[in-house]
C-alpha cells in the first residue's frame, strides 16, 4: 500500500513537469472585458485540465509498469518460497481432509483404545495455521492433549507414549477449534467478496507440522462427509471440491474475535470502504455488527456512504446514539445530514446534542436546504484564501493548516467580505512566482452557482464547460463549498439506477467489481494455490508445471490492472 | 370533492406517521403473512372435512393447537430476532452436515406434498368452474414459474395478503348458518377422542396444516430479514399472537360452517364441490363460484411461496448460492429445486383420476409427521445458552412445548400402526 501512495506522488510530479513544456500560458484578461472573457478563460483552462488528466493516466500506467517489474523480483521470491511449501505437501503426498479425522479412534503408544478424536485446536502461523492439540473424547469427557504427542495418524490416532503419562488438561476459552469455530460455519472470502460456507477443512503436513491450508466450498465435500463419495464415479457430471486458501478468508463467528486480539478480522480491514459495503450486503445484521464494531469512526463512516440504502438503514437502527453521533461527525456535513434526513429523522436532536458543538451546527446548517438543492451536494472542506496574499504566503498557510480538504485541485480566491473573487488552480499555483499575489496569479472567476439551485442545474454546467468541480456561493456571493464532478456523477448514476435504463448484467458488475478492487499480490498467489491444491489431487503430478506456474504468476502480474 | 377526499387522507396518513403507527406496521408482518399462507387449500381442505365428518367434535382441537402455533412460532421468531440466522443455517452450525442433509431431504418431500396439495387445489377449484385440469395446471404451472423467478417477491406477498380476504366469507357464512352457540362454545372446551383411525388422522392433518415445518423456516427467515433487534421482541410477540389467533379463527369457522350446512344434513366430504357448499348460508347459488375462488387463490400463491421457501432454506442449510436476483449459472442449485418442485408438482397432479382431495389430506398429515423432528431441533437449539443466551427458553416454557411434541410423537406412532393394522382402533 505504501509502496503505491508513493508510485503516485511520483507519476504526479513527472505530469507536472510534461504538462510545462507544452502548455500555453493563460494570459491575465484586462479590466474590462474581464467578465465576458473570464467564462471563456475558465472554460479552456479547465479542457486543459482535461488533457493534463489523460496524459497523467498514460504517464501512471509507464510508471506502475516499472513499479511491477521491480516488485516482480519480490514476487517471484515469495513464490518461490511457497512452492516449497508446496514442494513439501507434495512430499508427504496428500492433503488431509478433516472431515475424515473427525471421529477417529485414538490408541496409546501400549495399543489401548483411549477415546475418539472430537475437534482439533489451531495456533499461530497467521498464514497457516497448525494444529496444536486435539480434542479427545474419553468416557464422556473432554480433553485436550498436544498435537506433538502425536506419534502417527492414518487410519486411527496413536499416541506416542502411554497414555498415563499424556500431557492433559481441559478445554479452554481462548482454544480455537477447527468443528466447534470453523467448520460448517460461514465465513468471508475476502477476494471473492462473498460470504461462503465452509464445507470441510483441507490439512496437510508442512515441514512436519500439520497446518491449515484451505477451507473447502465445493459439493466434492457434500458428498464426502455423507460417506457417499463413491456415488461421484458414477454420476455423469464433474463434482469437484472448490478450495479456498485460509489466508484469504476471514470467520464471522463472534468467538473468533479472540483470534485477532489486536487487529479485529485483518484481512477485512484491508478491503476498501466500497468492498466492505458490497460485502455488507451478503451479511445479517449481527455480523455486519460484529465487523463493524472494532471499527474507527471513520472508517465506518466511509463505509456506511459506501452502503445501499436500506443496509444504511438498518446499520443505522443498529447503532447507538453516541457512536452515531461519532460516526456521523466523520462525514462531511452534507452527508451526514442527508443520512440524517433519510435515516434517522427520529434521533436528531440527541445526535446532534452528542456531537461536537461545530460539527453540528454545521449539519444544522445544512437542514435549512432542500433535498435536491446543491448545499446538500457540496464538500465544505475547501481551501479559501485572500486575494492579497503572496504565493509564498499561500504555501506557509496551507502547510501550516491542522487538516487538508480531501480534494485539493486548486484554491479558491475571496476578496475581504469572503467574497468569491477566483480561482488558482494547483498547477498555476505551482508554476506561479512566489512574490506574485494570489489576485493577480488566478483565473477571475465568475462561474459559479448557489447553495438553494437544483443540482440538475449545476449537473448540465458542469458537463457543459467540461468543469470538474464548481464553487457554491451564498446570495451574498460569499463562497460556502464545492460541488465535485464526482458527486454529480454519484446523482447521475442513481437517477439512472432509479430509472432503470442503465441496468448492468451480473458480468458487468463482477467485470466493473474486478476492475476496480485493489489487486493486492496474494489474489494472483491464491490463485496459484488453487491451481497447485487441483493439481496435488490428481493421481499422476507432472513436476514441469511448477517452472510453468511461476511463469504464469509473473504473466499474470504483468496483466493485471494497477 | 376529489380534492378534499386527498386532504383528508394526506392528513390520516400525516398523523398516522406522526405516530409510530407504521413504524409497528413495519415489524408487524411475518407473523401475519405466514398465517396467511398457513391457510392454504390444504388447509381449507382438512378443515372441511373435520367439520362435515366430525360435526363439532373436533372443535375442541383449536385451542391446543392454536397455544402450540404459538409458542413453537414465538420460539422460531426469537431465534432468528437473537441470531439474526435462519433456521436452516442455525441447524447447520451446530449439527453438521448430515443431520442438516437429512432434515433438507425430508423438507423437499414434505414440501413436495404440500406444493402437490396446492396444485390439487387449482385442479379442484377448475373442476367446479368447468375448466379441465389439463388447461388449468399447466397453464398456472408456467405462469407460477415466472412469477418466481422473475417476479417481484413482495409484490407477490402483498397481491396474496389482500386475496386472502376470502377467508371473511367463511367468517360470514358460518354466523348466517346459525349454529346454536351454546353448544359450539361447549364443544370447544370439551376434549372428545373417538377411537377410529381417520379421527387419528383428521387430528393429525389439522395439526400439519395449521403448524407445518414450513413455517418455522419461513417465519425465521422473513424476521431475519428484516433485521430486528431484541428490542423488537415484543412487537414480533404481538405479530406472531395475531397472526396465530387469524389463522385459528379461519379455522374455527371453516369447521363450524361445514359442520352446520354439511354434518347436519348428512353430507361428508369427498369433493370439492361438496365442500363448497359450506358456503351456502351465504352466497346462496353462487357458494360453489366463491369457494372455487378462494381455492385457486390460495393454491396459486401458495404453489408460489412454497418452492421459493423451500429452496431458501435449503440452500440456506447446504451453502449454495441463493436468491432470484442471481443468475441460474450462479444459483444452478436454487433454480433446479423452485423449477423441480413446480414442474414435477403439476405433472403429479396431471395423472388421470389422481384422488385430489385424498393428496391434499395426506400431504398435511406428513407435515405433522416431520413436525416434531424439527421441534426437537428448535427446542434444543433454543435452549443453547451459548446459542440464545439469555433470552433461551424458561423452564415452563420447556415443559409446555416438550409436551406438545412428545404429543406429536405419539400420535404419529399411533397413525403408523393404525396404518399397518387398520383395525386396530376402531371400535365404534
Redesign the interface.
Known sequence: MRSRARSDVQSVSTGMSIEQSNQPSTSPSSDTTQRSTNAKNLTSYYSEENKKIRNLMELKKIKSNIKKSQSDFHAVKEISKFLRDIEDIKKSQKIIYFSRIMHMQVFDVTGMRVGRIKDLAISGGDRFPEVSHLLLHRRRKDIVIPWKQVKTFNTCIILDRPFSSVEKRAAKDDDIFLNDHIMDKQVVDVNGLKVIRVNDISLTHVQNRLSVISIDIGSRAIFRRLGIEKILSIIPFKVSDRPVPWDTVEPLTHSLEKIHLKVPCPRVSDLHPADVAQLFDELSTIERDTLLKPMRSDRAARILLECDPEVQESIIKNLKHKRLALILEKMSPNDAANLITDHCKDRIDILLKAMNKNRASQIQEMFLYAKGSVARYMDSEFIALPQGMTIEEALAHIRSLPTHPKLFDGIYVVDDDYVFVGILSLKNFILASPQETLGSAMIPGTLSVEVNYPIELVEEIITKYDLLSIPVIDGNGRIRGIIHIEEILDVVLDRNQKNESFEATAEQKEELRENTRLKRYYTTLSKDINKLMRELESVKPRKSEYIGSVDAVKKDLAQAPE | MADSVMKWIRGIREKFDKTQFFMLLSIIGPGIITAAVDNDPGGITTYSVAGSHYGFLLLWTIIPILIALVLIQEMAARMGIV???GLA?LI??NY???V??YLMLLLIIVNFGNVLSEFAGIAAAGDIFGISKYILIPICAIGIWFLVVYGSYKVVERVFLAASLFYIAYIVSGILAKPVWNTVLLQIVTPHLVMRSDYFVIIMGLIGTTIAPWMMFYLQSSI?EK?L?PADLKYSRADVISGSIVTAIVAFFIIVACAVTLYANGITVDTAGEAAKALLPLAGTYAALLFAFGLFNAGVFSAAILPLSTAYSVCEG??WESGVN??FR?APQFYFLITGLIVFGAAIILIPRIPLLDIMIISQVLNGILLPVILVYMLRLSNNRKIMGEYKNSRTFNITTWGITVIIIVLTVFLTLSYFSPNMFIFA
Request: aromatic residues 6%.
Open positions: 441470531t439474526g440466522k443455517d447447520r452450525e453438521g452436515l448430515r442438516t442433509f431475519v433485521g433487534k447446504m451453502g442471481k443468475k450462479e
